[in-house]
T-cell receptor, first 111, second 114 residues
Framework: LAKTTQPISMDSYEGQEVNITCSHN???????ITWYQQFPSQGPRFIIQ???TKVTNEVASLFIPADRKSSTLSLPRVSLSDTAVYYC????????????FGSGTRLSIRP | DTGVSQNPRHKITKRGQNVTFRCDPI?????LYWYRQTLGQGPEFLTY????????KSRLLSDRFSAERPKGSFSTLEIQRTEQGDSAMYLC????????????FGQGTRLTVV
């Protein structure tokens, strides 16, 4: 499974757009990029997944450059409730069969 | 179906006692995972099942830990002779089998060993 590197923490303010970048230099051809969100005392929750270019859903956007060695999770107009830990995961889960989490990025949103 | 359910939500036990946690996955899901999470760290993979078969166990899972998933439905995680280092949040997740399917997590069982 490819190793990922992401910032330990980030701060932002309500209403701002937040971009969290994840580095995954050893990503394999079949690997997908997945982001999870975790609030205190809760299990992680799937946010978004992509393979290349751009993916958007009602929660976030995921930008993946052509070389796929990094990805950026974009949260539009954050609110206080977006304060959480965000995990970037890379893998091809049909064969890897387990989800490996790193330490994640602790995002703090201020009023 | 209200998602992945874990019981109990909290457990306080004395060192040396045995504890058992239960996970009820989303009913259609054939894959079930157990994770352990300590404060400030990401979840650590412990083991996973495909239906009733336990397909992988982490080296973190010492002989004191055992997990079962009889009949491919609910799962139990037992810790024997608990130690203070076992204090953590124990998370269960379930998913379909398939390419890059989303895993759904329960709210976890917080174990405190005193």
């Amino acid at each position: 499974l490819a190793k990922t590197t992401q910032p330990i923490s980030m701060d932002s303010y309500e209403g701002q757009e937040v971009n969290i970048t994840c580095s995954h230099n050893n990503i394999a051809t079949n690997d997908y990029i997945t982001w999870y969100q975790q609030f205190p005392s809760q299990g992680p929750r799937f946010i978004i997944q992509g393979y290349k270019t751009k993916v958007t859903n009602e929660v976030a956007s995921l930008f993946i450059p052509a070389d796929r060695k990094s990805s950026t999770l974009s949260l539009p107009r954050v609110s206080l409730s977006d304060t959480a830990v965000y995990y970037c995961l890379v893998g091809e889960y049909s064969s890897a069969s387990k989800i490996i989490f790193g330490s994640g990025t602790r995002l703090s949103i201020r009023p | 179906d209200t998602g992945v359910s874990q019981n109990p939500r909290h457990k306080i036990t004395k060192r040396g006692q045995n504890v058992t946690f239960r996970c009820d996955p989303i009913s259609e899901h054939n894959r079930l995972y157990w994770y352990r999470q300590t404060l400030g760290q990401g979840p650590e993979f412990l083991t996973y099942f495909q239906n009733e078969a336990q397909l992988e166990k982490s080296r973190l899972l010492s002989d004191r830990f055992s997990a079962e998933r009889p009949k491919g439905s609910f799962s139990t995680l037992e810790i024997q002779r608990t130690e203070q280092g076992d204090s953590a949040m124990y998370l269960c997740a379930s998913s379909f089998t398939g390419i890059n399917t989303e895993a759904f997590f329960g709210q976890g069982t917080r174990l405190t060993v005193v």
